[in-house]
């Protein structure tokens, strides 16, 4: 097992931020203020320091709605891009929000944004999906007539990533929590992209030697971090491993930065 971890990137990624002479200002929307989302708001709200990049941190209430949301943002000006954090209190309308907010994207969030990804332009990809990207680029991976699976459905992974491996010729498989005959699937696959947030779910039995393996699952138990491949059992095998550690989770904020940098529309 050989494990490619995120430190190339990240040096790379950090050359190119600080390359910027611009000043730019992130909108980052959030309406709680604990567990993933937190952690994810503080990683951002620290790379922002570093990089003396301007935040306008915006916590709403859960008796705030998406009206009060949108009448915010029309207030505000100069903002260069917006991350919503999700998930949003259930009273909160999200379709209303993708149709209406007024600034530049950056996590895929917005039907335009969507609709752009089902039409091959994937520059406001959400920064997850871009993220595993940066891993298949780094990897020098030729996806041509690959088969690949990817065990996630949802908007930010699964989907986008569905879309951009099947523009490089890619033959996908999108998993979704029925799918059957799994093992048999995955052995069969070339590169193996999960999502599942079950730790250590996945392990000796789905795979075989030669196979590619990105682990985008990061789930906390105890204050451990677990991945969705259970990596000692695989320890044997000749993979190459994308985990959950120093992996896809670790460039996202530096993703999430690039793009407000470098992607104005
Ligand atoms: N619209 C939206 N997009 C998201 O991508 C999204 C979200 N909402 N809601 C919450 C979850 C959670 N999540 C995290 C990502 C990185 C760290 C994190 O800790 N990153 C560290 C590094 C961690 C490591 O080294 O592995 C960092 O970037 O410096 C935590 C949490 C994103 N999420």
């Not at 990207?133 to 949802?154: C, P, Q």
């Not at 000692?232 to 992996?247: F, R, T, Y």
Request: include cysteine; hydrophobic fraction near 40%.
């Amino acid at each position: 097992m050989k494990i490619i971890n995120s430190d190339k990137i990240i040096e790379n990624l950090i050359k190119k931020i600080k390359k910027n002479k611009y000043k730019k200002k992130l909108l980052i929307i959030s309406q709680i203020n604990k567990g993933p989302v937190l952690a994810y708001k503080k990683a951002i709200l620290k790379r922002c320091e570093e990089f003396e990049i301007d935040v306008v941190d915006k916590l709403f209430s859960n008796d705030q709605n998406h009206i009060d949301i949108i009448e915010y943002c029309n207030k505000l000006s100069n903002i260069d891009g917006f991350i919503i954090l999700q998930p949003l209190d259930s009273n909160t309308d999200l379709k209303y929000l993708r149709n209406n907010m007024p600034f530049n994207d950056l996590d895929g969030f917005t039907y335009e944004s969507l609709g752009e990804i089902m039409d091959k332009d994937f520059s406001h990809m959400p920064q997850t999906a871009r993220s595993v990207i940066k891993f298949i680029e780094y990897m020098n991976i030729d996806l041509r007539g690959k088969d690949v699976i990817v065990a996630n459905s949802n908007n930010v992974i699964g989907k986008p990533l569905f879309m951009y491996l099947n523009s490089k010729k890619a033959t996908v498989t999108m998993f979704n929590s029925k799918s059957e005959n799994q093992i048999e699937k995955v052995k069969n696959a070339d590169i193996f992209i999960s999502a599942i947030g079950i730790a250590n779910y996945y392990d000796k039995k789905y795979f075989k030697d030669g196979q590619i393996l990105i682990d985008v699952g990061t789930s906390y138990i105890d204050g451990v971090l677990y991945g969705d491949i259970d990596y000692e059992s695989i320890s044997s095998l000749n993979i190459d491993l994308v985990s959950s550690k120093k992996g896809v989770a670790s460039i996202t904020t530096l993703s999430l930065i690039e793009s407000l940098l470098y992607k104005n529309s």
